[in-house]
């Protein structure tokens, strides 16, 4: 014997009686679709639905924050690495008596100073325009204070023709490059010879020292 299982079909079935079964089921199908229709699917569509929604939007909000934390990490990482860089390089171009190296620093630097105005941290250097700047000039100067180098070992052996080629060199890339008395004297670019702060007039000092005679 087989137990009659209790459905919404035994239930409507049992209420409007069992006289004309075709028609109470068409009669249930429609009820069925009614209540679908006036309460399941408005509830789907205005609170399942949207919560749905929310729950997603909420979990997209969330690990767009972690992602945008983490990059903001990194970036931060990149700069302050950028920043040590910088400040480890800076005391190299001031004493490197080399040209090319001289000149690979200072280039360095100015890529890592525009890499840190793009990411917007140039306010880690209170100086950071000075810099930069002061990082053309030593590229404008490269090859006039390596003649200047030039000009303090002939110096030292007492040559003082050769002496007096390399300082109007110096002085011709200078002008060469463009270089103002200002630009030039703010290196603060000191002599291995006699210690003193090359400037074109001290340059020119050299000159009338080494023997040179202006022509009038």
Same mark, same amino acid.
């Given at each position: 014997?087989? #137990?009659?299982?209790? =459905?919404?079909?035994? %239930? ?31 509830? &789907? +569509? ?6 749905? %929604?929310?729950?997603? +939007? ?13 990059? /903001?990490?990194? $970036? ?11 400040? =480890? ?6 004493? &490197?008596?080399?040209?090319? +190296? ?7 630097? %100015? *890529? #890592? ?10 306010? +880690?250097?209170?100086?950071? /325009?000075? #810099? ?6 030593? !590229? ?10 030039? *000009? ?10 050769? $002496? %007096?080629?390399? !300082?109007? /060199? *110096?002085?011709?890339? !200078? ?7 200002? /630009?030039?004297? =703010? #290196? &603060? *670019? ?18 009338? =020292? ?7």
């Amino acid at each position: 014997m087989r #137990l009659h299982k209790i =459905s919404d079909w035994n %239930i409507w079935y049992g209420m409007f009686g069992k006289s004309d079964y075709a028609n109470q089921m068409s009669n249930f199908t429609a009820f069925r679709g009614i209540i679908y229709l006036s309460i399941v699917l408005p509830f &789907q +569509l205005f609170v399942v639905l949207p919560f749905k %929604i929310f729950l997603l +939007l909420a979990d997209y909000v969330s690990r767009d924050i972690k992602l945008k934390k983490i990059e /903001e990490i990194k $970036e931060s990482n990149r700069s302050a690495n950028m920043y040590n860089e910088i400040i =480890s390089l800076v005391p190299k171009v001031e004493v &490197q008596p080399n040209k090319s +190296l001289r000149k690979k620093y200072a280039n360095k630097i %100015i *890529a #890592l100073l525009n890499a840190l105005e793009n990411m917007g941290r140039s306010y +880690l250097f209170s100086n950071f /325009e000075e #810099l930069r700047w002061k990082m053309k000039i030593v !590229l404008k100067t490269a090859d006039a204070l390596d003649y200047l180098d030039k *000009a303090d070992k002939q110096n030292f052996f007492n040559k003082k023709k050769i $002496e %007096i080629n390399y !300082l109007f /060199e *110096a002085l011709y890339s !200078l002008k060469k490059e463009k270089v103002t008395i200002k /630009e030039f004297n =703010s #290196l &603060q *670019a000191k002599s291995e010879i006699t210690g003193q702060t090359w400037t074109v007039d001290y340059i020119k000092r050299r000159l009338l =020292s080494a023997g040179y005679t202006p022509t009038k």
